[in-house]
């Protein structure tokens, strides 16, 4: 399942480091509530624009050439998974909303 990220909304907002929390705990606890894999993929998924330019274009980084997104996947029974991947996009959505300050 794929969850857009609204970087064209919200350009200066760090999705990434808010959806890897500190140290990458708040993926972590996503991935550990919910039994699915959480992957961010799409331009800017790599951390280093230098080495993202490399592997752009090469096989298994096909990705680098959509707008970022976060991927989730789970191998789970037929009968929860749904359940599980709509729990892993509705946290994910909410880490997805940027914070206002005034």
Sequence with gaps: MK???PVDKYP???FVGRILGPRGNSLKRVE???DCRVLIRGRGSIKDPAREEMMRGKPGYEHLNEPLHILVEAE???EIIDAR???AREILEDLLKPVVCH
């Design 32 to 34: 550990a509530n919910t």
């Design 76 to 78: 789970l029974p037929v």
């Design 3 to 5: 969850v857009d990220i």
């Design 12 to 14: 200066t907002f760090n």
């Design 85 to 87: 991947l709509m729990q």
